[in-house]
Each structure stands twice: as C-alpha cells, then as structure tokens.
C-alpha cells in the first residue's frame, strides 16, 4: 500500500485529518457544555464511529501481527524486538507511576479533605500468575475471535506467524495472503477514519454533557494533577527517549501521532484505538510494516503509563484524604506493584480498578478512597489512554529506529495525515 501523501485524506478545503479531529474535539466540548440537550441526540453518532472502530480491532490485530511476523523470517530479530518492547514498556511505566506519586507529593490534591476510613473492604483479586499463564494460550481459537480477548489472539498469531516462517517456501501462499489481508484492513481503517471529526464531536460532546462543571469542581484538583503529570510523561519521558536513544524530534512526533491521541482521548480503549494507531505508524512514523504490527498489538494491551500516572497521583490523593504518611518503603512499594501490576492484569477486564486496587492493599490504604473519584473516572480515562495509546507509538518509533526499520525521510516529512 502506498505510503505516499495525504491527497485522499485531505478534505474540507486541503485541511488535514488531524487539525479536522482536533476541531471536532474542540466543538464537542462547546456543545456539550452550552447545549446539554442536544448533546445526547449526537450519542448515535458516537455509537457508529466507535463501533465501526470495534469492528476493526479483532481482525486487525490478527493479520497485521501475522503478517508482520512473517516479515521478519530472522528468528534472533523476533526475539530481539521482543525484548526491547517488553523492556521499554516496563521502564516507562516505573517513570510513569513515579511521576504520579512526585506530582501527587508537590499537589497534595487531597489535603484538608478529612476524611475517616470506616470498615474494611476486600481488594478485587488479580489473577495468578498461573492463571494468566494457562489464560494465555486459547484452547478454541474461534472462542477467543468471538470473545475478542486480544492476549489469546496475539499469543495465536505469534504461534502462525513464527510456524509460517518455519515451512518456509511452501506457507508463500498462506503468507501471501495475510499481507494481502493487512492491506485490505488497512484500507478499511482509512476509510473508517474519514468519520473521525464526526465520530469524535459526538463522543466529546456526549462525555461532557454528561459531566458538566457542577460534577469536576469539587475533584478540579486531582483532575489537573493527573492531566499535569500525564503531560510531563509524554513530553520529559517520550519526548526524551526518542530525541536521546533515536536522536528522532519529538515535536514530529506528536503531530505524526495526533490522530491517534484524540481518537484515544475520544474513546478511552486503547484497543479502539490501535486500528488508528497501526496507521500513524506506518504512514506517518514511518515504522515498518513488521515492527509495527507486532509492537502495538502488544502494546495495546500490557503497556500501562497513562493508569499507572493514574495509580500514582490517586495513591496520594487516597492517603492525603485520609490523613495517612506514607513511608519511602510504601512509595517503592507502589511504583514496584504498579509496574508489575501493568503486566500481570494484561487483558483482565477492569484491569485499571483491579490495580488501583492492588496498589492501595500493597501499602495499606483504605479502598474507600475509590468511591471518590467513581463519578470522574471517565474524565480521568480519557487521559490515561491517551497516554498509553502514545507510549505504544513511542515503543515503537524507538524499536523500529534501533532495528533500522524506520524510514527518516517520513517520519521528517511535514506532509502528516
């Protein structure tokens, strides 16, 4: 598939699809604030987009894994790759859930709240580690398609892909038509994201009507403190990484992967998401076919900063209600939990409240303090996917750069989708 400019894409006066979301996001957010009536008539809009999106990720996430394995016939390259990816994702969310806890310190977001812990409450259990290693593998393939559960799917497709490789000149055949497939699917996602501005204008304007100033006031604090502390990730960590270890603009960058970050600040699934995300990289970063439809599939479901900044803050946000001190142990405590937890919750449904809590039982705060920010949770949501949508790019960007499988001249390119 061509990886050329933007000429299809490019509607409404020669605008390009990024400024067109970004514009959309901003109406949304005017018309959910100013007209709350009509705001909900937009939801089956929202519905649409986002179906349509939902509709992708299954078989996306299939064939572009398996394609991309195939791509990569050196077995060493797929277990270096491997490596690196599940290597960055697991230092960025220990900077990740350690800058939620410096931004909750220098805050203090929840001082003065008094607020009394009454009886215990039972921590939802994570799965084992057994558990999650016999979950891993799906004893009926069509089962796991059916159920989208995209671990299964990816453990699959790494499974075929890697066995593909293996029978050589006689699976050309079989490979053939997963590439064929990919572009298909990729095609698809184009055409899907022509709706974008609209599908997020509706979105936006149905998560803001629904929660109108009078419900943020009163938790304005955290909230800013958890969007703060996002925006320091992704500009210190991301920007960081990939201006130090792949000497690559970060400004580039973020422009590369805006379609993907409001499509993910939209939806709040960075599944959702990935068909986007899947695009940015190939025609904007520039990241090749292979290292791309591995990476991000991964990414989409182990990589945690965004929730892990989200632990972090609301960890101190908790003990600062509460009037609780916490100890230099409790807070290592927290960033070695929320780090692993990120892994070890990997595809487990609700997985952001079975870490948080996680991490308050780990060092002993009340799990009341989650009742406080039920009500803005999605608010909160919206900020943690983005971050994780932009850490799966970012991990990318970064192995394809090492790998030397990411074209400079389009990552460069001012001509962005």
Not at 295 to 316: C, F, K, S
Not at 376 to 397: F, H, P
């Amino acid at each position: 598939m061509s990886q050329s400019p933007t000429r299809s894409r490019r509607f409404l006066g020669g605008m390009p699809l990024w400024q067109q979301i970004l514009i959309g996001l901003a109406l949304g957010v005017l018309v959910g604030l100013l007209f709350k009536d009509v705001a909900p008539l937009l939801a089956p809009l929202g519905a649409l987009f986002l179906n349509a999106i939902k509709m992708l990720i299954v078989p996306l996430v299939f064939v572009s894994l398996v394609a991309g394995i195939t791509c990569m016939q050196d077995t060493a390259k797929l277990g270096r790759i491997s490596a690196k990816t599940i290597a960055i994702y697991l230092v960025t969310t220990a900077f990740a859930v350690s800058i939620g806890l410096l931004f909750g310190a220098l805050f203090t977001p929840g001082e003065g709240m008094n607020m009394v812990a009454s009886a215990t409450t039972e921590a939802k259990q994570a799965p084992s580690l057994m558990q999650i290693l016999v979950g891993l593998v799906p004893a009926n393939p069509v089962a796991a398609f059916a159920e989208g559960n995209i671990l299964q799917i990816i453990v699959f497709a790494i499974a075929l892909g890697v066995s593909m490789n293996l029978v050589g000149e006689k699976a050309a055949p079989a490979v053939k038509l997963f590439n064929s497939l990919a572009e298909v699917f990729y095609k698809l996602t184009d055409l899907v994201m022509r709706f974008a501005p609209i599908g997020v204008f509706a979105l936006i304007a149905g998560v803001v009507s629904a929660h109108g100033i009078e419900v943020l006031l009163p938790l304005a604090g955290v909230i800013g403190v958890i969007y703060l502390a996002s925006i320091a990730h992704l500009l210190l960590v991301y920007g960081g990484l990939l201006g130090l270890f792949a000497r690559l603009s970060p400004l580039r960058f973020f422009q590369s992967i805006a379609p993907a970050l409001a499509v993910a600040f939209s939806t709040s699934s960075s599944s959702g998401t990935l068909p986007v995300s899947i695009e940015c990289a190939r025609k904007n970063l520039g990241v090749s076919e292979g290292v791309a439809g591995f990476v991000l599939p991964v990414g989409a479901t182990i990589n945690m900063d965004g929730t892990a900044i989200y632990q972090g803050v609301l960890a101190l946000f908790i003990a600062q209600a509460f009037g609780i001190d916490l100890s230099a142990g409790q807070y290592l405590m927290i960033i070695l939990t929320a780090t692993l937890a990120s892994i070890g919750t990997a595809g487990v449904p609700g997985a952001g409240l079975i870490m948080l809590g996680l991490v308050l039982t780990s060092v002993g705060l009340p799990l009341e303090g989650v009742a406080l920010i039920a009500g803005i949770d999605r608010i909160l949501d919206m900020a943690r996917t983005t971050v994780n949508v932009a850490g799966d790019l970012m991990t990318t960007t970064l192995v394809g750069s090492s790998e030397n499988e990411l074209d400079r001249d389009i990552y460069n390119s001012s001509n962005k989708e």
